[in-house]
Every structure is written in C-alpha cells, then in structure tokens.
C-alpha cells in the first residue's frame, strides 16, 4: 500500500508495471546500473534515484536493492524512501548558498564574516584586494586576525562599538583611516606590505532560530578617493577664501590710491584755479586777464586729464 501510494497508483495497476514504468526515460541506464551493483553487493544504497508518478511527476527516492532466494524463485526486493521534500529543500538550501556566495564575491565592498569569538569566518575578493594581500596572505590573516583583539581598532578607540555588534546590535562606525600595514605587522606577517586606507564600515550580528549569535558581518567600503576629493573641495574652498581676502585688500588699496589721486592731483588743480579766478580783478590789463584765464584753462585741462585718468584706472 505505501509503494502504490507513493506512486499514485493502486496495488493491482503498479503490479503490472514494470521498472521502465516507474523511471523517467533519460534515467534508466543510470537506474539499471544501481539495481545492479546492489543486487551484487557492490553499492547497499542510491540516493535520490529519479522515480515517475501515475501523473507523469518526477519525485525522487532512496532506493536500497537487494536479492531475496525463496522456493519459488530468487526475486529482487526494492526499498523506496520518498525524500523529494528533502531534496527540494537541499536545493533550495543549495542554490540560497550559491546566490549569497555570488553575491558576496561579486560585491565591491569589502565583506568579513566572523566568528563570535572575533576571528574570521570568510572574506571575499574586495576583501583580500583592500588589504593588498595575495590568496596565501589571506589564508594567513584568516588564521591569524581576530577583529576583538585588534590593536589600532583599540587604538583608534572604537573596539567598545565593535563589541557592542558582536552582542547582538547593528552598528555603524565612524570613518577611520586605517593602516593595514600596521595591523599586518602586529601579526608577525614576514614582509608585510599594506596601505592606508579611510574605511567607513556597517557591522550587524546573523542569528539563529534560538536567537544565538552565530556570525557577524562587516561591511567596509574604501572611501579614501572620497575623503581625498573632499580634502581638494576644502582646500579649494580656503583659496577661495584667501582669494576674496585679498580681493577685497587690493580694491581698498586701489580706493587708496585713487582717492590720493584725486585729492593730489584733481583737488589741487580746481583749489588752484579757483584761486586765480578769485585773483581776478578789473582793474588788470586786458593780456594780464588773458594770461590768467590761459593758465585757469591750463589747470582745468590738467584736472579734466587726471579725472579721466581716475575713471580709467577704476
């Protein structure tokens, strides 16, 4: 009755099947040659064997095969286990593993997974790439970082952040720039070679269905070409700055000079001319007002020229 249930089939149809009937064309050579190694000892058990139901559905079963001698004949006794919810949830499980493994390696921030004790779980390659390492040097680091018990982490004075993440919070760190080569040297690396880089990271605890922390994840993105433009935007904005000071210093020194211009030049050539006009009298001769008027006018010109001059230099 279980077999016939597990194939959809009553007991009398199934016994007037045969094993073709009960297996996916594409998969009888690879089904024959299990039953056979079974029948002769060579296998005790096939997983997942491929198996069709009465309505044409792959489901999939643990067979183990074996001979049964009696006084009517020697028969071939077959033991289906239906794992195709299993097997489902293998794949799935599967395919998860794979998405989150692409994923993480294709991702360009870098990505560390620790254990709860601190020390390194996985990284990807944006990882590795960051620290300037080659896949040897990350197995080292792998064995040999823990992010608890890192030395310019509590240096820079942000472990107690750190360790607020591996019991149980999500944190953001501030940005730090950070030396991978002194890290890398703390470890007794031989040769260590590494850059400074400003990191800005998000760290957040994985937990399981008992809510016990199983993992934390850090992920650091490099953002020293940012921090590095906005050094150049601060520092184009203090020239800026420097530049208004001294605009406005020159306009006020050129306000300097025009007005001691005009007071020198323009100032004493009017003062001068009014002072001749009211020197001028009836009593002169017609050529000694005539001299005078010429050298009014003289001063006038003077003056008109040095105004002009004023305006031009405005």
């Known amino acids: ?30 089904v024959f040659e299990e039953f056979e190694a079974q029948l002769k000892g060579e296998r005790n ?12 559905k792959i489901i999939y079963a643990n067979v ?19 794992v195709t919810v299993q097997r489902e949830a293998e794949r799935a499980l599967l395919e998860s593993e794979e998405k989150f493994r692409n994923l993480m390696e294709q991702s360009p921030l870098a990505v560390q997974i620790s254990w709860p004790d601190g020390s390194i779980n996985r990284t990807n390659e944006a990882f590795r790439k960051l620290w300037g390492l080659t896949k040897e040097e990350i197995s080292e680091l792998h064995e040999k970082y823990n992010t ?10 942000i472990m107690p952040l750190i360790e607020k993440a591996f019991k149980g919070e999500e944190i953001f760190l501030p940005e730090i ?26 760290l957040y605890p994985i937990k399981d269905q008992h ?9 650091e993105e490099d953002i020293t070409e940012k921090k590095q433009a906005e050094n150049r935007i601060t520092e184009y904005q203090q020239r800026l700055r420097d530049l208004a000071t001294e605009l406005t210093l020159a306009e006020e020194k050129q306000r ?8 020198d030049d323009v100032g004493q050539l009017l003062a001068s001319s009014r002072l001749e006009i009211a020197a001028l009298s009836g009593k002169m001769e017609k050529q000694e007002i005539l001299n005078k008027m010429k050298s009014i006018s003289s001063g006038l010109l003077q003056a008109i020229q040095a105004t002009r001059n004023a305006i031009f230099e405005l």
Not at 6 to 23: A, N, P, R, S
Not at 149 to 157: F, I, M, N, Y
Not at 177 to 202: A, M, R, S, V
């Open 211 to 219: 809510n016990q922390i199983i993992n934390i994840v850090h992920i």
């Open 45 to 56: 058990f096939a997983y997942a064997l491929p198996c069709l139901t009465r309505e044409q």
């Open 64 to 82: 183990s095969a074996s001979k049964l001698s009696t006084s009517e004949g020697d028969f071939s006794v077959g033991f289906f286990t239906d």
């Open 256 to 263: 300097r000079i025009v007005a001691s211009d005009l007071h």
């Open 1 to 30: 009755p279980s077999a016939a249930k597990m194939f959809g089939y009553t007991q009398e149809e199934l016994c007037q099947l045969g094993v073709k009937d009960i297996h996916p064309p594409d998969s009888l050579e690879m």
């Open 148 to 157: 608890r018990q890192d030395k310019q982490l509590k240096r820079l004075g």
């Open 177 to 202: 720039l950070y030396d991978t080569q002194e890290t890398l040297e703390n470890l007794d690396f031989n040769d260590p070679k590494g850059n400074k880089h400003w990191i800005k990271t998000h």
